[in-house]
């Protein structure tokens, strides 16, 4: 059966960086857009960016833009999010999401992602 397992989240002051990683398993990864979403105690699920199944098209949330960046590598079926500049408005748990779809957008905000992993807490401190 298809998993992913996320990785890499922690405890970090504001400025700070963190890097999530996903492994993915029983995939045929490259045919499956990727992306990362996160969800904070009392809100909405958000999705914070994805990535086409080659990598070349990229989505981010307009709250990350400029600070993560998603990349994937489709050799060793793993998703990445490099977080930067990080602040206390960005704890939440982080998940990593794939969705079937060899071609076309692969917009977390729009998309309905299929797999999911099982979370990774990222906690940013003032």
């Known amino acids: 059966a298809e998993q992913l397992a996320e990785s890499g989240g922690g405890s970090v002051q504001a400025g700070g960086s963190l890097r999530l990683s996903c492994a993915a398993s029983e995939f045929t990864y490259r045919r499956y857009c990727m992306a990362w979403f996160r969800q904070a105690p009392g809100e909405e699920r958000e999705g914070v960016a994805a990535?086409?199944?080659?990598?070349?098209?990229?989505y981010y949330a307009d709250s990350v833009k400029g600070r993560f960046t998603i990349s994937r590598d489709n050799v060793t079926n793993t998703l990445y999010l490099q977080m930067n500049s990080l602040k206390p408005e960005d704890t939440a748990v982080f998940y990593c999401?794939?969705?079937?779809?060899?071609?076309?957008?692969?917009?977390?905000?729009?998309?309905?992602?299929?797999?999911w992993g099982q979370g990774t807490q990222v906690t940013v401190s003032s």
């Open positions: 990535i086409s199944t080659g990598g070349g098209a990229l």
């Open positions: 999401a794939a969705l079937r779809r060899p071609v076309g957008s692969c917009s977390p905000r729009t998309l309905p992602y299929t797999y």
